[in-house]
């Protein structure tokens, strides 16, 4: 009974309002902008390879089998990070987890929407400011346009995302984001100068 | 910094996405509570801490995540060579000095 009553009021209640983490931060300086990208869907997909074709077709984006690439279509990201693990990334506001609900094939997908925030880097001394925390190669040879991969900015994990020749976009866990986001202002200054 | 050759990867990345992660190709014994206290000690505490070739697992990290095995030099600390794990050791090494 008392099971139900508590039930009933949570259904009643209003949801909570969601305050995502320093939303609508940015910082400009000169060939460096820096801004904290709206919500996102998002969902952490792991698969065998036999369930890769079906997961594809059920997310409407094709999953990416090489290391470092992504695939976009219609406002959804898929970022390949390991060889059974992908990120993706829904902007067009519709819930891939619902769209991995219908697939059969064995698949583990996790909701982390709210895990993440994402911060947009941009600028022709974009790559500058990112590599100031990031070892990776990111000249065009090596990182070019549509690369993807999980890496390293200063003490944290990052997934980094090249989505033009001048622009990246930092995901980062959420409690992380004011790290990030002082690290890549102070790296912006840097880059600048 | 050191570049390792990530083999899920396929290319080399910096040191700082990677983690050491002991010796490689130790079994463990399928009888494990069969053990002698001796055989236990020595599969669980003792390992070779050799001077020259060393066959280590090594984890991408902040990469695929992946683990895998490699062979370093413990003196020059040069990596010879990574392989996927699960693969048996290498019999050959490419440019060891022997």
Known sequence: ?193 | MLLIRCPYCEEERPELEFRNAGEAHIARSADIAGESDDDFEKFFFIRSNPKGIIYERWRHMHGCARFFNAVRDTVSDKFLMTYKAGEPKPAKLPGASK
Request: aromatic share 4%.
């Open chain 1, 1 to 193: 009974m008392a099971k139900t009553a508590t039930r009933k009021t949570v259904a009643a209640a209003p949801s909570a309002e969601r305050r995502a983490a320093l939303a609508g931060q940015e910082l400009s300086a000169t060939g460096v902008r820096l801004a904290v990208l709206p919500p996102a869907e998002r969902i952490s997909l792991r698969a065998p390879e036999a369930s890769v074709a079906a997961l594809a077709k059920a997310l409407g984006v094709t999953l990416p089998r090489k290391p470092k690439t992504s695939a976009s279509k219609a406002g959804r990201t898929a970022l390949w990070l390991g060889p059974d693990e992908w990120l993706i990334i829904d902007e067009a506001g519709k819930d891939p987890l619902a769209d991995c609900a219908e697939v059969t094939a064995l698949h583990s997908a996790v909701g982390i929407s709210h895990r993440n925030i994402a911060i947009s880097v941009t600028g022709p001394a974009a790559a500058a400011a990112v590599n100031s925390g990031c070892p990776q190669d990111l000249s065009l040879d090596a990182f070019p346009m549509g690369a993807a991969s999980r890496t390293i900015l200063g003490k944290v994990e990052i997934v980094l995302l090249r989505t033009a020749e001048d622009a990246f976009r930092v995901e980062c866990w959420r409690s992380f984001s004011d790290y990030v986001f002082t690290f890549l202002s102070e790296a912006t200054r840097d880059a600048a100068a």
